[in-house]
């Protein structure tokens, strides 16, 4: 879960791109520029920029920092811009608690001098990660497979383990990655805890952050459960990139339902059917939207929202089809509410799915002349012709997960267990310093209106809280 801090942060990072000075546009190509870092690993990064320089004097020197190919960067001004026998220049960034293990980092400088002139340096890019660890790296096309525990064959199997879980998501869902994925794995649960930042809890024992494209967790060869581990992350990965939106994401139920499902063919971690049985008897389900955000704390409550997840897509893939789930994601690259979502993907409200599944495990049929308003307003085109078919009595689900091991993230015990938690928030940045003198902004007032309010989009994307099981 993000923290508030660090959404306040993020939030000023959104502030620095909306107001930051044209980077690229009418500048000249600063020559001979040799722009270098230099990671304190969990407290810094030094940006220093050397270059040749016989012109005015430069009146700043700005470096643009943040992820490659996307709408969190920012810029600061050069704490110390010298002129000798060439131009330097250096910039510390405080990164405590900013940045995760893997995450990707693009940067440039752009120098002014006193006649107005601007040089901008060729873009470079480096890895976030803790050099004092021997790190070895394995790659495909999908993912980069980071870990310094286990040698060769440690990462040959990670590997082999990340192409069955994408074949599976691929071939029964169509579904599949669309940007490469890092996977940075710690043989030591407290450092990987540690490279987390504060606040991470002892018992998390690995993340999926999409913001960053990035899974970070703790195993060593002798890991139990390591491939549902690594299926299940992946899948929180892929869902992200599926729907990938500033304004609206997948809920909790979706994004826990599929991946306990996409965990394994052994099987099941825990009797999720027998949990939700006894809850249901019990009268102690948990509503659908009470699903959609954050999982109770309890553990009790915790293994029975992942065990409702399960049932609920299972219902959802039985019913109107493997297509539908994907159907459903990609209706959220779209920026819609879940109601919208589910419309448009299987033709029927949120409520009334709910009711539906409800019927269902009770054994009943929703009579087909029982709907809501919701049900009877104007949607987007049904993506199925008869959406109030009765459900099938005994849906299979699609596929099964690991035995029973350690409880999810949000109902895990105290002691350590090898299972994922909450992603951790987006890079944030302090806030900037002011625009260069010789700078302009790249838009006018609309635009720096709308930029900001893409990047609050984007931190309350991040914000949204996800568990992992």
């Known amino acids: 879960m993000l923290r508030p801090g660090c959404l306040l942060a993020l939030l000023a990072l959104g502030l620095a791109l909306a107001l930051a000075p044209a980077a690229l546009a009418d500048t000249a190509e600063l020559e001979g520029a040799a722009g270098d870092i230099q990671v304190d690993f969990g407290r810094e990064i030094l940006f220093t920029l050397e270059a040749p320089w016989d012109g005015p004097d430069p009146v700043s020197a700005t470096v643009f920092y943040g992820l490659p190919d996307g709408a969190l960067r920012t810029f600061a001004r050069a704490e110390d811009l010298a002129v000798g026998a060439g131009l330097t220049a250096s910039y510390v960034w405080d990164i405590r608690d900013m940045l995760v293990p893997g995450a990707e980092i693009e940067y440039h400088w752009r120098v002014t001098d006193a006649a107005g002139e601007r040089f901008t340096s060729a873009p470079a890019v480096f890895v976030y990660q803790d050099s004092s660890l021997p790190w070895e790296i394995i790659a495909n096309d999908d993912v980069e497979v980071r870990w310094y525990a286990g040698g060769q064959a440690f990462g040959e199997r990670v590997i082999g383990v990340t192409v069955d879980a994408l074949a599976r998501l691929e071939d029964t869902f169509q579904m599949r990655l669309e940007h490469q994925t890092r996977i940075i794995i710690y043989a030591d649960g407290d450092l990987m ?126 019913t109107y089809g493997a297509g539908s789930i994907g159907r459903l994601l990609r209706a959220y690259r779209e920026g819609v509410t879940d109601d919208e979502a589910v419309q448009v993907a299987i033709g029927i409200s949120l409520d009334r799915l709910e009711r539906q599944w409800l019927a269902w495990l009770g054994g009943e049929e929703l009579p087909p002349e029982e709907v809501d308003q919701a049900d009877s307003a104007p949607a987007a085109t049904p993506a199925k012709a008869d959406p109030e078919a009765p459900a099938p009595a005994t849906p299979a689900p699609v596929a099964v997960v690991a035995t029973p091991a350690a409880v999810p993230a949000e109902a895990a015990a105290p002691t350590p267990a090898v299972i994922a938690a909450s992603p951790q928030p987006a890079p944030a940045a302090p806030v900037p310093a002011a625009v260069d003198s010789a700078g302009a902004f790249p838009t006018g007032p609309v635009l720096l209106v709308v930029a900001g309010v893409v990047l609050i989009g984007v931190a309350f994307r991040v914000a949204r809280p996800r568990g992992s099981a």
């Open 193 to 318: 805890r540690e490279a987390l930042g504060g606040g991470t809890s002892q018992w998390v024992g690995g993340q999926a952050i999409g913001p960053f494209n990035v899974i970070v967790f703790h195993a060593t060869p002798t890991t139990n459960d390591l491939d549902m581990l690594l299926a299940h992350e992946l899948t929180h990965i892929v869902i992200d990139q599926v729907s990938d939106n500033p304004f609206s994401s997948p809920p909790s139920w979706i994004h826990e339902g599929l991946a306990t499902i996409n965990e394994t063919t052994g099987e099941l971690r825990f009797d999720y059917p027998g949990i939700v049985d006894d809850a249901l008897r019990r009268d102690s389900l948990l509503s659908l939207r009470g699903l959609t955000g954050s999982f109770p704390a309890s553990s009790g409550g915790a293994i029975l929202a992942y065990a409702e997840s399960n049932s609920l897509v299972n219902y959802v893939i039985a």
